[in-house]
């Protein structure tokens, strides 16, 4: 893997790293609901699940979801099942987002392990990683190698990404959030958008 190589792969990444999804979205709730901290974990764990799509890639498991419809459709439900449950349970649980909670009152690891679920129950992360990664690995190198670093690579800057939407939330979260009223609209709209991605991702059509 040749520094040409990354240099025309990083802008492409970047292209889509910076395309709004729900990752963008629950990091932005975390931020606003549980401040910077958790939205920064969040983060980590989109990388952790752009590494485990990276590991299924190079073991094959994700040319199966490509080349079998039923099993694609498997991941979409019940990643389409976990968005909306989120959403779902955002908008029913009275949650307060409170901006003078100290972050440390909430679980980071919950909104680790939930951005990990997000990530990986995406079965559209899995084909493009699949389709998007070989076309930067050179025809002499190593496929399995350069696939693992192009992926560490995209885990990097969708990491650097989300840690610097957490951390712009994080700032604007005791302004935005001052009143009873503004917390409940964003607690609101933020589980509203979240069904609305469980929703999309049942209506989107498996990659050709």
Same mark, same amino acid.
């Given at each position: 893997?040749? =520094? ?7 802008? &492409?990444?970047? &292209?889509?790293? *910076? +395309? ?5 979205? !629950?990091?932005?709730? $975390?931020? =606003?609901?549980?401040?910077? +901290? ?24 994700? &040319?199966?979801?490509?080349?079998? &419809?039923?099993? !694609?459709?498997?991941? /979409? ?14 908008? =029913? ?5 409170? @901006?003078?909670?100290?972050? $440390? %009152? ?14 990986? %129950?995406?079965? /559209? ?8 990664? @070989? ?5 002499? +190198? ?24 957490? =951390? ?20 609101? *709209? ?19």
């Amino acid at each position: 893997m040749n =520094l040409t190589t990354l240099a025309a792969f990083v802008p &492409a990444a970047l &292209a889509v790293v *910076l +395309a709004p999804g729900p990752d963008t979205m !629950y990091v932005v709730t $975390r931020s =606003l609901g549980d401040g910077r +901290a958790a939205g920064v974990v969040a983060g980590c764990g989109t990388a952790t699940g752009v590494l485990v799509h990276t590991a299924a890639a190079v073991a094959g498991l994700a &040319a199966l979801l490509r080349a079998s &419809a039923a099993a !694609y459709a498997v991941v /979409k439900y019940a990643g389409a099942a976990y968005l909306c449950y989120l959403g779902v349970r955002l908008l =029913l649980s009275g949650e307060s987002f409170d @901006p003078t909670l100290d972050d $440390r %009152t909430r679980s980071l690891a919950t909104s680790y392990r939930r951005a990990v679920v997000i990530n990986v %129950t995406n079965p /559209k992360v899995a084909v493009f990683v699949l389709a998007f990664f @070989p076309q930067f690995v050179p025809a002499a +190198a190593d496929a399995p190698v350069g696939m693992s670093i192009l992926g560490v690579v995209y885990a990097g800057l969708s990491l650097l990404y989300l840690a610097g939407v957490a =951390l712009f939330a994080g700032r604007v979260r005791t302004r935005l959030l001052g009143s009873t009223r503004a917390s409940r609209a964003v607690r609101y *709209l933020s589980g509203s958008v979240l069904i609305g991605f469980g929703v999309r991702l049942v209506l989107d059509e498996r990659p050709a």
